[in-house]
């Protein structure tokens, strides 16, 4: 268990729902991390938050959404939703390894989005 | 551009070794990290360099030139629980991590 915890495990919607994916970092760390994974594809970056910022932008879309709240934890909002957002989205929270931005991250076990 | 090359399957014998190799092209670099991800289950860290050279975990080994662009993951004594992904990440700086797709790691009998 890395501490990180996302909810829910698994999501079914139709094309044009909006949905929020939850996540709630391990205790202590203060950036939050979501990335999409589509099948055979590999973990594509979307945003990154740190203690209720934004830090970086990765390639997500407009449609896609995301913010990290005072008490650290983060949603992921997803709208206009179409087939091809089916994927398992990870949250991950990290311990700087150098002052650079370093860091390890620890995944979450995943959110299983279908959109039918 | 930004990109990453990880072999996309490889199969090996228990209590063998194996070498994954991951190659990557970032605008920045200042580390790479590789990661275990079983099916359907979420990645967990394994290794990470920041210079050139090996740092061993273990059954684990990961090595690093920064100048050929390359790194591979060694692992020894080879258990049937090894049988994973392994994903190969490249920390480009600015906060932001490019992961490849992944080898997909087969143990047999």
């Known amino acids: 268990d890395s501490g990180v915890t996302q909810t829910p495990k698994h999501l079914i919607t139709a094309t044009g729902q909006r949905v929020t994916l939850r996540c709630s970092p391990r205790s202590g760390d203060l950036s939050v991390y979501w990335y999409q994974q589509s099948l055979d594809q590999g973990l594509q970056f979307l945003i990154q938050?740190?203690?209720?910022?934004?830090?970086a932008k990765g390639n997500i879309l407009e449609r896609f959404s995301a913010q990290q709240f005072p008490d650290l934890h983060s949603e992921l909002n997803l709208s206009s939703l179409e087939l091809g957002d089916s994927a398992l989205y990870f949250c991950a929270s990290s311990v700087a390894v150098t002052s650079g931005g370093l860091n390890i991250q620890y995944f979450g076990a995943g959110t299983r989005l279908s959109v039918l | 551009g930004q990109n990453i090359d990880q072999p996309t399957e490889m199969t090996a014998t228990e209590g063998a070794i194996v070498q994954i190799n991951c190659t990557y092209q970032?605008?920045?670099?200042?580390?790479l990290f590789w990661y275990q991800q079983h099916a359907g289950e979420a990645p967990t860290f394994l290794s990470y360099?920041?210079?050139?050279g090996l740092e061993e975990k273990g059954r684990f080994s990961s090595f690093l030139s920064r100048s050929k662009g390359y790194s591979y993951l060694l692992l020894k004594e080879l258990q049937m629980k090894d049988s994973a992904s392994y994903l190969c990440a490249a920390y480009s700086g600015t906060y932001k991590y490019i992961f490849g797709t992944g080898t997909r790691l087969k143990v047999l009998a």
């Open positions: 938050y740190y203690n209720g910022e934004e830090r």
């Open positions: 970032t605008s920045g670099f200042n580390g």
């Open positions: 360099n920041v210079l050139d």
